[in-house]
């Protein structure tokens, strides 16, 4: 079968801070997804290549104003909360967890009720431009092994994580894992159940290892997790450092910071991805950049219940992986989009400050902003890069996972004035202000996940 080719101009950010307007270019998608080529316009071959492919029925041309992006990479986001999006927020998180949030996790012990709810959410998700969601589940096997197979089914890639947690003090009778035996057996068995719904080399859904978070798991559980994780390659997720609350129950319990004693477990690998972390140390920076590991940066959910700001610029700095993370229902948008903006705007707030009362100069922490084009790099090749995976930006060899950015929607917030904006500008104007109107169409692994166009 011969390469299918798209002919239009796509934005991607290869590297952080760096973005590049494709314009006009050809992209090759071969059988198994994957980009094969990308040829420009003033290449030799590009005027053959082209008629060829649209003899042959082959090509796609993208009108004057729709442009592809690579598809976003939502790094931690809970799936159960799906019904809860938008309210339970007035409450600190410890209060949250118990009073609406487990609870409501309890109820995924219903199969249909799970995959209704998991259905609705992946459909949302793709439609949000989230080709790559990396999920908390609940601690039931047969809710968080339909997830795996809905994600399968709808064609978005996915890490599936059934969430451990034992810890009997701290988890409800009604919702925890009766030992931390089970939880581990139970573990093992959901990761050996995942792998199987897939063959070939690069499943589009895979098992992740969930301990929920320090305050919610034994240290019994903590360190069996850890070597499930060096025995099957899986990779980890948790939450860690979010709050004020957290991060001191934690050190009164262990003595020690989130990360350390993740560290100490063997939870902090390769490509473990550590949900907020906003109060992590420079140490812990330090063991997280040795470990390859990565955080999941979730700025909205931060505004509810961190009690302060991540430190990205640092983190960036220091060459720490570093992707987005909606965290819904912590989070009330499903938007990757969105959650560039809320990254930008945490990061300038970070700068400028908050208090009025204060000097400017003392107001604030200096360089902490970052660019539109950074913003976008996380929301897409670094949360590629923290997980290991060949998606967010168009380069050959890369998976086509994309989006199809249409301006001329009725709907839509984005106007181009041709004559004032660059493409870079152009650019912007999607980032800072293009909705789920615009995204007509969504493409994981070169397959077409959901389109609103005929
Ligand atoms: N810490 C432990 N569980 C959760 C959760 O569900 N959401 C958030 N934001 N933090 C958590
Ligand atoms: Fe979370």
Same mark, same amino acid.
């Given at each position: 079968?011969?390469?299918?080719?798209?002919?239009?101009?796509?934005?991607?950010?290869?590297?952080?801070?760096?973005?590049?307007?494709?314009?006009? #270019?050809?992209?090759?998608?071969?059988?198994?997804?994957?980009?094969?080529?990308?040829?420009?316009?003033?290449?030799?071959?590009?005027?053959?290549?082209?008629?060829?492919?649209?003899?042959?029925?082959?090509?796609?041309?993208?009108?004057?104003?729709?442009?592809?992006?690579?598809?976003?990479?939502?790094?931690?986001?809970?799936?159960?909360?799906?019904?809860?999006?938008?309210?339970?927020?007035?409450?600190?998180?410890? #209060?949250?967890?118990?009073?609406?949030?487990?609870?409501?996790?309890?109820?995924?012990?219903?199969?249909?009720?799970?995959?209704?709810?998991?259905?609705?959410?992946?459909?949302?998700?793709?439609?949000?431009?989230?080709?790559?969601?990396?999920?908390?589940?609940?601690?039931?096997?047969?809710?968080?092994?339909?997830?795996?197979?809905?994600?399968?089914?709808?064609?978005?890639?996915?890490?599936?994580?059934?969430?451990?947690?034992?810890?009997?003090?701290?988890?409800? $009778?009604?919702?925890?894992?009766?030992?931390?035996?089970?939880?581990?057996?139970?573990?093992?068995?959901?990761?050996?159940?995942?792998?199987?719904?897939?063959?070939?080399?690069?499943?589009? #859904?895979?098992?992740?290892?969930?301990?929920?978070?320090?305050?919610?798991?034994?240290?019994?559980?903590?360190?069996?997790?850890?070597?499930?994780?060096?025995?099957?390659?899986?990779? $980890?997720?948790?939450?860690?450092?979010?709050?004020?609350?957290?991060?001191?129950?934690?050190?009164?319990?262990?003595?020690?910071?989130?990360?350390?004693?993740?560290?100490?477990?063997?939870?902090?690998?390769?490509?473990?991805?550590?949900?907020?972390?906003?109060? $992590?140390?420079?140490?812990?920076?330090?063991?997280?950049?040795?470990?390859?590991?990565?955080?999941?940066?979730?700025?909205?959910?931060?505004?509810?219940?961190?009690?302060?700001?991540?430190?990205?610029?640092?983190?960036?700095?220091?060459?720490?992986?570093?992707?987005?993370?909606?965290? #819904?229902?912590?989070?009330?948008?499903?938007?990757?989009?969105?959650?560039?903006?809320?990254?930008?705007?945490?990061?300038?707030?970070?700068?400028?400050?908050?208090?009025?009362?204060?000097?400017?100069?003392?107001?604030?922490?200096?360089?902490?902003?970052?660019?539109?084009?950074?913003?976008?790099?996380?929301?897409?090749?670094?949360?590629?890069?923290?997980?290991?995976?060949?998606?967010?930006?168009?380069?050959?060899?890369?998976?086509?996972?994309?989006?199809?950015?249409?301006?001329?929607?009725?709907?839509?917030?984005?106007?181009?004035?041709?004559?004032?904006?660059?493409?870079?500008?152009?650019?912007?104007?999607?980032?800072?202000?293009?909705?789920?109107?615009?995204?007509?169409?969504?493409?994981?692994?070169?397959?077409?996940?959901?389109?609103?166009?005929?």
């Amino acid at each position: 079968m011969k390469d299918r080719l798209i002919c239009g101009t796509a934005f991607h950010a290869p590297q952080r801070g760096a973005v590049e307007a494709l314009e006009e #270019v050809l992209i090759a998608i071969d059988a198994s997804g994957s980009i094969s080529e990308i040829v420009r316009k003033d290449q030799v071959g590009f005027d053959e290549m082209k008629a060829e492919a649209r003899r042959d029925g082959r090509l796609m041309q993208l009108a004057d104003n729709q442009f592809l992006l690579p598809g976003f990479v939502d790094l931690h986001i809970h799936a159960p909360q799906w019904p809860q999006l938008g309210k339970a927020l007035d409450v600190p998180l410890e #209060v949250w967890l118990q009073k609406y949030t487990f609870p409501l996790e309890a109820r995924y012990a219903d199969v249909d009720f799970a995959r209704e709810v998991y259905g609705e959410l992946v459909d949302e998700l793709l439609a949000n431009g989230t080709t790559t969601a990396v999920y908390f589940a609940t601690i039931h096997m047969e809710a968080s092994l339909a997830l795996a197979e809905i994600c399968l089914e709808k064609g978005q890639r996915a890490f599936v994580g059934k969430v451990a947690m034992d810890d009997q003090d701290q988890c409800p $009778v009604g919702y925890r894992d009766r030992d931390a035996e089970t939880a581990v057996a139970e573990m093992r068995e959901f990761i050996r159940r995942v792998r199987a719904l897939s063959t070939g080399a690069d499943p589009l #859904v895979q098992p992740i290892i969930t301990p929920r978070f320090i305050p919610s798991c034994t240290d019994t559980l903590l360190k069996a997790l850890g070597e499930v994780a060096a025995e099957t390659g899986c990779l $980890v997720q948790t939450h860690c450092s979010e709050s004020d609350w957290e991060r001191d129950f934690v050190k009164a319990r262990c003595g020690k910071t989130d990360t350390e004693v993740l560290a100490d477990f063997g939870l902090l690998r390769h490509s473990t991805i550590l949900a907020h972390s906003n109060f $992590v140390t420079d140490d812990d920076l330090t063991l997280i950049r040795h470990a390859d590991a990565a955080v999941a940066h979730c700025p909205l959910s931060n505004v509810y219940f961190a009690g302060a700001v991540f430190p990205l610029r640092a983190a960036l700095d220091r060459n720490i992986h570093v992707g987005i993370g909606s965290d #819904v229902s912590g989070g009330h948008s499903p938007s990757i989009l969105d959650g560039c903006r809320h990254a930008l705007s945490a990061a300038r707030t970070r700068e400028g400050g908050v208090d009025p009362s204060l000097a400017a100069a003392d107001r604030g922490v200096a360089n902490s902003a970052i660019s539109v084009a950074e913003a976008f790099w996380l929301a897409t090749a670094g949360g590629g890069e923290a997980l290991g995976s060949p998606v967010g930006k168009f380069v050959p060899g890369y998976k086509f996972d994309a989006l199809l950015i249409d301006l001329d929607v009725p709907a839509s917030n984005v106007r181009r004035w041709p004559a004032l904006d660059s493409l870079e500008d152009v650019f912007q104007k999607i980032v800072l202000n293009a909705t789920r109107s615009n995204i007509v169409r969504t493409w994981v692994n070169g397959e077409l996940v959901t389109s609103t166009q005929a």
